[in-house]
């Protein structure tokens, strides 16, 4: 089984910095893209960003420029940069893993972390 541990939200003033992350552990092959989500009150679950095994990265247009994810494969580890933070970055944030199982299967499985909630208030 693979088990996603997420950390690093918190409260934080608006114009400030976080980072979060997101650790995968258990019994797999390899994981292919990884990505941030996240979820305000009230609306639907969005992406992010998302990095894939080759490095490439892809943000929505709300937070280009302010986050970078970033991925350290020998921890099987994702991160997300979050830098001048604004209130409607408040939301619960996800990360999701496109996981090889066993080095048979064609495609991967998306694993989904527990969520941490980001808050940007003063």
């Known amino acids: 089984q693979v088990q996603l541990v997420e950390s690093g939200g918190g409260l934080v003033q608006p114009g400030g910095s976080l980072r979060l992350s997101c650790a995968a552990s258990g019994t797999f092959f390899r994981i292919n893209a990884m990505a941030w989500y996240r979820q305000a009150p009230g609306k639907q679950r969005e992406l992010v960003a998302t990095?894939?095994?080759?490095?490439?990265?892809n943000y929505a247009d709300s937070v280009k420029g302010r986050f970078t994810i970033s991925r350290d494969s020998a921890k099987n580890t994702v991160y997300l940069q979050m830098n001048s933070l604004k209130p409607e970055d408040t939301a619960v944030y996800y990360c999701n893993l496109d996981v090889v199982q066993r080095y048979w299967h064609s495609s991967g499985s998306p694993f989904w972390g527990q969520g941490t909630q980001v808050t940007v208030s003063s």
């Open positions: 990095i894939i095994s080759g490095g490439s990265t």
